[in-house]
């Protein structure tokens, strides 16, 4: 799918109120509105429908359009993505070096039950691993004050037996790329955090145990 299509479209159907209810829409007319023709539009609205970031009904001549929660965490994403550009409110910002893990990211983020929600609510499939960064104490308070937050919640399963606790999670970027911060239900650490993205972040950034980062972190409530 065309992202920057999918976007635009989400963004016309939203600004119809198209996240809280059904809206009634005509493809010439929102072709028109976003500069491509009927039949594009009517093409993207049926990715979008395929991809389950809408829901679609006949009506009439027209049809009914209502944003799932899938599609609706795009908009939020793009809202993110804007945030780290303008410097929208509601930004918290943490500040360390980088630390080895003892590899338990990996197990964790691979299990499908968190992964699949990871694809779904933060919209990328998750690198197998995270990237542990040891906060300053002076921005020790700011990663606390994330466990009060429940801006998008990864549940917890249970496989095999086990039980695997519900995982705090956060849009954020590190050196300005996108991915999240997660917070494990069960993790003690007060001034550890770890972040995820669609690719190695120690690759992409050649990062070493001890190098600064800054990370953004982007909360809705």
Avoid at 1 to 21: I, K, P, T, V
Avoid at 33 to 47: D, H, M, N, P, T
Avoid at 164 to 169: C, H, I, L, S
Avoid at 206 to 221: A, M, W
Wanted: hydrophobic content about 40%; cysteine-free; overall charge positive.
């Amino acid at each position: 799918m065309n992202r920057a299509y999918a976007q635009m479209l989400l963004r016309e159907l939203a600004l119809r109120g198209a996240m809280d209810r059904y809206v009634i829409i005509s493809t010439k007319d929102v072709g028109k509105r976003i500069g491509i023709s009927q039949q594009s539009a009517s093409r993207w609205l049926s990715e979008l429908e395929t991809e389950g970031l809408i829901r679609r009904e006949r009506f009439g001549k027209n049809m009914k359009v209502k944003i799932t929660p899938a599609g609706i965490n795009i908009l939020k994403r793009i809202y993110y993505e804007y945030s780290a550009i303008f410097g929208i409110p509601k930004i918290i910002k943490l500040k360390g070096t980088v630390i080895s893990g003892l590899g338990e990211g990996r197990y964790y983020i691979m299990k499908e039950g968190y992964r699949s929600q990871i694809r779904e609510k933060l919209m990328f499939d998750p690198y197998p691993g995270t990237l542990n960064i040891k906060v300053y104490p002076n921005y020790v308070d700011n990663a606390r004050n994330l466990r009060e937050a429940n801006d998008i919640i990864l549940k917890g399963f249970v496989e095999n037996g086990r039980k695997f606790g519900d995982v705090r999670a956060f849009f954020a970027t590190i050196e300005g790329y996108m991915g999240a911060l997660i917070i494990p239900e069960m993790s003690h650490y007060k001034d550890i955090v770890e972040i995820i993205a669609d690719v190695s972040l120690r690759e992409k950034f050649r990062l070493k145990d001890g190098d600064e980062v800054e990370i953004n972190v982007y909360l809705l409530s």
